[in-house]
């Protein structure tokens, strides 16, 4: 029995980054996405083994079916949540990738479009674009035909088509956020104007926990002005330290020690598109316990 269980801890083990990948893309939550992991390593030990053929495959259709189950279920919350909605940050300076062949449906920009999926559109995408799982596996995981998984796949596509942003060099979003940070710490108006795009939109998520703006703030002068005038007060004592969140150059913003805020920056052809200010408490817990190691 203990040899078993071994076995079953040595298959699990093996896939548990991307099993993670899968339920963090799905839900945009970290602390959701460990939830759903270890649910499935629960059902993985309560599973008759021997008649598994294929290990990686059946925990990551558990995996990818709590986590439709559990994104329903969010979609309810989500529509009360107070204020803007943003994803959980998730450090990936030692994991750039989150257990995927690629770095997709990782970026806050795409998980936030994501939102507009239906839970299996969400799945289907996440399974085909972010691991490349085969059409014929994604229709058994989704419990679709393969037509309709082809169709799930497109139809999702089709949603994010137009909202696309141009990919930049880590290097130059890195340089455009520290110039973002100079114009902001000293209130430089002009400076926070020539560094924005026409339409951006600034979001602060803060959940209702903290102070923050309830409302997105969009165009450049709001933006300028919305950063500008709390400039005297916010940034009095805080500790700036660089991070790479999903993929990201980020900030993480501290006082006395703790973690209170991650910044990150939405790049555009004509310079900053968006402004994400990730400040609810409970969604800082991933970044925070990296940062204490």
């Given at each position: ?29 970290a602390s959701e996405a460990e939830d759903i992991v270890q649910e499935a390593w629960l ?251």
């Amino acid at each position: 029995m203990e040899a078993n269980l071994d076995e079953a801890l040595a298959a699990f083990q093996a896939v548990r980054g991307r099993l993670f990948g899968i339920a963090y893309r799905m839900l945009g939550s970290a602390s959701e996405a460990e939830d759903i992991v270890q649910e499935a390593w629960l059902r993985w030990q309560g599973t008759d083994r021997t008649v598994v053929q294929d290990p990686p495959a059946f925990l990551a259709t558990a995996t990818t079916r709590l986590a439709i189950n559990a994104l329903q279920s969010a979609r309810s919350q989500r529509e009360t949540y107070i204020g803007p909605w943003l994803p959980e940050p998730v450090d990936t300076s030692a994991d750039p990738t989150l257990g995927a062949e690629r770095a997709e449906a990782l970026g806050f920009a795409v998980l936030v479009m994501l939102e507009r999926l239906t839970p299996t559109e969400r799945a289907a995408y996440v399974l085909r674009e972010a691991f490349a799982y085969p059409y014929e596996q994604i229709c058994e995981i989704v419990q679709v035909s393969e037509a309709a998984a082809r169709q799930l796949v497109s139809r999702a596509r089709k949603h994010l088509t137009g909202e696309r942003r141009r990919e930049v060099p880590q290097s130059e979003q890195r340089r455009l956020l520290g110039a973002f940070l100079a114009a902001a710490k000293t209130g430089d108006l002009i400076q926070l104007e020539q560094l924005l795009s026409e339409d951006v939109v600034s979001y602060t998520d803060g959940g209702g926990v903290v102070r923050a703006s309830k409302f997105p703030v969009i165009g450049r002068e709001r933006v300028a002005k919305f950063v500008r005038a709390f400039h005297t007060h916010f940034w009095n004592g805080v500790d700036i330290t660089e991070a790479e969140t999903n993929g990201q150059a980020s900030v993480m913003l501290s006082k006395d020690g703790a973690t209170f805020a991650v910044i990150t920056l939405v790049i555009g052809a004509r310079g900053i598109d968006q402004i994400l200010w990730m400040m609810n408490p409970g969604k800082l817990g991933a970044v925070t316990a990296r940062a204490a190691v």
